[in-house]
C-alpha cells in the first residue's frame, strides 16, 4: 500500500486553489492513495458545480487499482454507469475489460475514470464548461495515482487532454509527455462496436501500451 510521497503532496496542495480543499486536513496517520481517494469522493458526492448535476442519477468517479501504473480516461459516463456509479459497466466496458485482458492486465490491475463525472444527456459530448468543472477532480485523482501512462479513450479525451483540436488519426499511435506521465490516445471502445473495422488498429494501440509498459517496469 503506497503512501502519498511528499512531491505529490506538494501538486496537491497546488489543487487547493481549484476549490479542492475539504480533505487536505491534519492526519495522525499517514494516508494511502486509496484513502485519499476515497475521501475525495465522499466529500464531493454532492458537485453541483454544472449543470450535469441536475440530470444525474449517480456521480462516477472512478475506479480500479489506486496504485496503478495505468490510467483509462474516457470522456463521460453513459447510461449503465449513470445507474450503478461505476465507470465502463455497459458494453463498452465489457469490450474495455476484453482489451485489457488480451494484453495480460484486467481492471484490478489499473484505474478507469472519465473527463466529467456525470451522464451528459443523450450521451452527448461533455460541453466545455462541463469540462472546466470537473478538470480539477481529474486533475486530483491523477496527483494521487502518478500513473506512468495515461490512455486517452476517444477523440473527446484525447483532445481534452492534450489541449489541441487533433484528428483520432493524429493522435494515435505515439506518446505525448503528460506531467510525470506519458500519455497515448485510442479508440473509445462504444467507437469500436459501432464501427468493427477500427478492432484492427485498437489492437495495435493496445500492443504499444503493452510494450511500453513492459519497459517501464
Same mark, same amino acid.
Given at each position: 500500500?503506497?503512501?502519498?510521497?511528499?512531491?505529490?503532496?506538494?501538486?496537491?496542495?497546488?489543487?487547493?486553489?481549484?476549490?479542492?480543499?475539504?480533505?487536505?486536513?491534519?492526519?495522525?496517520?499517514?494516508?494511502?492513495?486509496?484513502?485519499?481517494?476515497?475521501?475525495?469522493?465522499?466529500?464531493?458526492?454532492?458537485?453541483?458545480?454544472?449543470?450535469?448535476?441536475?440530470?444525474?442519477?449517480?456521480?462516477?468517479?472512478?475506479?480500479?487499482?489506486?496504485?496503478?501504473?495505468?490510467?483509462?480516461?474516457?470522456?463521460?459516463?453513459?447510461?449503465?454507469?449513470?445507474?450503478?456509479?461505476?465507470?465502463?459497466?455497459?458494453?463498452?466496458?465489457?469490450?474495455?475489460?476484453?482489451?485489457?485482458?488480451?494484453?495480460? $492486465?484486467?481492471?484490478?490491475?489499473?484505474?478507469?475514470?472519465?473527463?466529467?463525472?456525470?451522464?451528459?444527456?443523450?450521451?452527448?459530448?461533455?460541453?466545455?464548461?462541463?469540462?472546466?468543472?470537473?478538470?480539477?477532480?481529474?486533475?486530483?485523482?491523477?496527483?494521487?495515482?502518478?500513473?506512468?501512462?495515461?490512455?486517452?479513450?476517444?477523440?473527446?479525451?484525447?483532445?481534452? $487532454?492534450?489541449?489541441?483540436?487533433?484528428?483520432?488519426?493524429?493522435?494515435?499511435?505515439?506518446?505525448?509527455?503528460?506531467?510525470?506521465?506519458?500519455?497515448?490516445?485510442?479508440?473509445?471502445?462504444?467507437?469500436?462496436?459501432?464501427?468493427?473495422?477500427?478492432?484492427?488498429?485498437?489492437?495495435?494501440?493496445?500492443?504499444?501500451?503493452?510494450?511500453?509498459?513492459?519497459?517501464?517496469?
Amino acid at each position: 500500500m503506497n503512501t502519498i510521497s511528499e512531491a505529490q503532496l506538494r501538486k496537491i496542495e497546488l489543487l487547493k486553489l481549484s476549490g479542492i480543499n475539504e480533505i487536505f486536513t491534519q492526519e495522525t496517520e499517514p494516508f494511502s492513495k486509496e484513502d485519499y481517494l476515497q475521501k475525495f469522493e465522499t466529500e464531493y458526492q454532492d458537485c453541483a458545480n454544472c449543470k450535469l448535476a441536475q440530470t444525474r442519477n449517480k456521480l462516477v468517479w472512478g475506479g480500479g487499482n489506486a496504485d496503478a501504473d495505468i490510467v483509462f480516461i474516457g470522456e463521460g459516463p453513459g447510461q449503465q454507469e449513470d445507474l450503478q456509479g461505476v465507470p465502463f459497466v455497459g458494453n463498452a466496458g465489457q469490450l474495455l475489460t476484453k482489451m485489457l485482458t488480451a494484453i495480460d $492486465l484486467s481492471r484490478e490491475d489499473v484505474y478507469i475514470t472519465n473527463i466529467v463525472k456525470c451522464r451528459p444527456p443523450g450521451n452527448r459530448n461533455p460541453q466545455e464548461d462541463e469540462i472546466r468543472a470537473c478538470m480539477p477532480y481529474l486533475e486530483f485523482q491523477l496527483s494521487i495515482i502518478q500513473p506512468k501512462i495515461i490512455c486517452a479513450l476517444g477523440k473527446v479525451a484525447g483532445n481534452v $487532454l492534450l489541449q489541441c483540436d487533433d484528428t483520432l488519426t493524429k493522435m494515435r499511435q505515439k506518446f505525448f509527455p503528460f506531467s510525470s506521465s506519458k500519455l497515448m490516445v485510442t479508440y473509445h471502445p462504444s467507437a469500436l462496436l459501432h464501427n468493427p473495422d477500427w478492432k484492427r488498429p485498437a489492437w495495435e494501440d493496445m500492443k504499444m501500451l503493452k510494450r511500453e509498459y513492459a519497459e517501464s517496469r
